[in-house]
């Protein structure tokens, strides 16, 4: 994202070929107003759909616009001074530091003092991960290698959207490189080697945004790359075809006729609009999100620089205006309703929507102003290196005194003890260091218990084998996200879902060879009212409704283990709480919402209706050890029973795990089964 650039060179001639030589893009500069208007859309598309705008369900595509504008504007800028004699690189990079670093330093501090005052020691050691390496303009890879299951919510990310900041630093640390090497070898062509590096930068794209590259797939990176949206979206070598199609601008002519720089413009908006309205997260590929904004609506409206009606809609008073405060409103909005919704422990309603946009406004208004303005009209390398050293020290050293979570700001000892940072939860995880499948228990004993399902399985493991290692030898197959059904599985999501493979092939296999006496199920039921596709085809399966996504999962699972003559436990999901409200600081009085029941009392009539007509299946309901009538409890005698808001510790299992040996112990004794040499699972 460019800001500050909206003067660009004014081409005077036509080469021999049409096409203007570098030399012509070094004429005088005008100012065009436009561009600032065109940023005032993007940056509104983004703020609307971060405020869950449902109008702008697309509203992701702004920050596409804005790697257009920063690769047409910063290629102009950088050809314009080599042509002159007066580029160098330390003068274009403090430039830019002193545009976008004083803002960028604001709202870090803004943040920090936030996160110290609300956040919940865990989630401050992550925020401290976070804001050392957008210091350092790398927060695009931590973001991409955080990706999977177990990534914390992205609305508890106040720094997320720094990653496009790193993409742009990235961007800028390379970019007048390649300009000047390709304008000494063709001073008259630059629009080809423009259109290669997009075009190489698109196939790209299209070889990774599956999650897979063969000549990755033997190597420890083939699993980096496998959630091929996250590689897509985060790393910038994808995002270099935005860039270079802006850049390429700045060789193409100029249409002769006025007519046509009108059409240019409608098309451009109208196509950019009909990305922002129509398009959302589930639109196709990365690679067709993203064309349909940047290649041609964006693009359109950068080519078109004399239209006097289209453009009306970019050129008045207050669409500039946001335009020039875009930066400084794209900063601040994103932690500001992180931090509102954090505190609040929901999502905003439509009026608190409303108010944080127009705060996101006002604070943008005085950023702009009051820091924005000010700094950038300093002058030369040294303050702005005083500035950019000042700033990473500064944010390097309170990122690590962050780095333990400052547990000392809680009043809860039990808080400060077992929730204090990622090393303290750890030693209160329900679950085992087991990848996608082992066994354990008493591996010599006959009676074989396979156990499957995902996270909300996982959590049992290790009080499973405290309390029943000596009895059974359990067989364990999960993954995060991982249904286990006959027809339907989890939709295909990069590493997530290849783990989730290699763990249900593995049940299958163990089950087809034999021997098993009884199966556990544990799932997060409700979790997958739009993670399914039928195994088939891969068509999606999205049921909102858990009254009809209950019967749907338990009818599937039966067919699943049709040819099994053992019972079957299936494990309700955990009873959320709401965790934060006992781990974070209380310098101020936040409300603590209790979580609704609802999906526990739909299950648990799903599964009686179930039952009826399925008398092999059990069913083990947490709720009941972990809630009384009133309210989930989230300790018991001193300990934490969670490790966030929907995974039990081994304090939680240990509560639950009993009743599973039990149902175990008395199914098989009166059953009195033996085991079957050969099932199958489909």
């Known amino acids: 994202m460019t800001w500050g650039y909206t003067r660009v060179a004014t081409p005077v001639v036509e080469g021999q070929a049409g096409t203007p030589s570098a030399a012509m893009i070094a004429g005088p500069e005008s100012y065009r107003a436009e561009i600032d208007g065109l940023r005032a859309i993007a940056v509104l598309a983004v703020l609307f759909f971060h405020l869950r705008v449902l109008a702008f369900s697309g509203g992701f595509v702004g920050v596409d616009v804005f790697f257009v504008i920063s690769g047409f504007l910063i290629t102009r800028v950088i050809v314009a001074d080599i042509e002159a004699g007066r580029f160098g690189l330390a003068r274009f990079w403090a430039r830019r530091a002193r545009r976008l670093l004083p803002a960028f330093f604001a709202t870090l501090t803004l943040s920090c003092i936030a996160a110290f005052l609300l956040f919940a020691p865990q989630h401050l050691e992550m925020f401290a991960e ?29 720094l997320l959207h720094s990653w496009s900041l790193s993409v742009e630093w990235q961007f800028y640390l390379v970019w007048p490189v390649l300009l ?40 420890r990176a083939a699993e980096w790359i496998a959630d091929g949206w996250a590689t897509v979206f985060y790393n910038t070598p994808f995002r270099v075809f935005e860039f270079a199609c802006g850049a390429a601008l700045a060789w193409l002519p100029k249409p002769r006729h006025a007519i046509v720089h009108e059409l240019l413009v409608a098309l451009g908006l109208a196509l950019i609009g009909g990305a922002i309205f129509l398009l959302d ?45 875009s930066y400084s409103l794209y900063l601040i909005h994103w932690p500001l309703i992180v931090f509102c919704e954090y505190g609040l422990l929901r999502t905003l309603q439509p009026a608190e929507a409303i108010s944080v946009g127009l705060l996101s406004l006002v604070l943008a208004v005085l950023m702009f102003h009051c820091v924005e303005q000010p700094y950038r009209a300093g002058r030369g390398l040294a303050a702005t290196a005083r500035l950019s050293l000042a ?47 082992c066994e354990y228990g008493n591996l010599q004993s006959p009676n074989k218990v396979l156990v499957v399902g995902d996270s909300h399985v996982q959590h049992y493991a290790r009080a499973l084998n405290e309390l029943g290692g000596q009895n059974f030898h359990f067989l364990l197959a999960e993954a995060g996200n991982c249904y286990f059904g006959a027809e339907l599985q989890t939709r295909t999501t990069g590493a997530v879902t290849q783990h989730c493979r290699n763990a249900t092939d ?15 199920q544990g799932q997060r039921w409700p979790g997958y009212r739009n ?152």
Request: glycine letters at 8%.
């Open 180 to 219: 000047r090497a390709f304008l000494g070898r063709y001073p008259r062509r630059m629009v080809w080697p423009m259109l290669a590096i997009a075009a190489s930068s698109l196939c790209l794209i299209l070889a990774f945004q599956d999650g897979s590259f063969w000549l990755l797939s033997r190597t």
């Open 531 to 682: 993670l399914l596709e039928r195994k088939v085809d891969g068509a999606p399966v999205d049921m909102p409704d858990v009254a009809q996504l209950f019967p749907t999962m338990l009818g599937d699972i039966a067919k699943l283990y049709a040819g099994f003559q053992g019972p079957v436990i299936l494990i309700g999901h955990a009873p959320n709480i709401n965790l934060v409200c006992d781990v974070r600081p209380a310098y101020f009085s936040l409300p603590c919402p209790i979580p609704s029941r609802i999906e526990h009392v739909t299950f648990e009539a799903s599964f009686r209706a179930f039952a009826n007509t399925h008398p092999g299946f059990d069913l083990v309901d947490p709720i009941v050890a972990i809630c009384s009538a009133t309210e989930c409890h989230a300790t018991d005698r001193g300990h934490s029973l969670y490790v966030d808001d929907h995974h039990l510790s081994i304090f939680g299992a240990r509560l639950v795990v009993p009743r599973i040996i039990e149902r175990l112990k008395t199914d098989l004794s009166v059953a009195s089964r033996q085991p079957l040499s050969q099932s199958t699972m489909r």
């Open 506 to 520: 593995q049940a299958a296999r163990w089950l087809k060879a034999g021997g098993i006496v009884a199966i556990v």
């Open 281 to 325: 997260s589930s639109s196709g590929t990365p690679a067709f999100n993203i064309v349909l904004p940047t290649l041609l609506g964006a693009v359109m409206v950068l080519q078109a620089d004399r239209s006097r009606w289209a453009a009306l809609v970019l050129r008045n008073g207050p669409a500039v205006y946001l335009g020039r405060i």
């Open 391 to 437: 700033g990473l020290v500064l944010f390097s050293l309170v990122g690590y005194a962050m780095s333990g979570g400052m547990p000392w700001r809680l009043q809860s000892v039990v808080a400060g003890a077992e929730l204090a940072n990622s090393e303290a939860l750890k030693a209160i995880t329900g679950s085992l260091d087991c990848q996608d499948f």
């Open 130 to 158: 976070s804001l050392v390496a957008a210091n350092f303009g790398v927060s695009n890879i931590l973001f991409w290698r955080e990706t999977g299951y177990f990534d914390i919510a992205a609305r508890m990310k106040p």
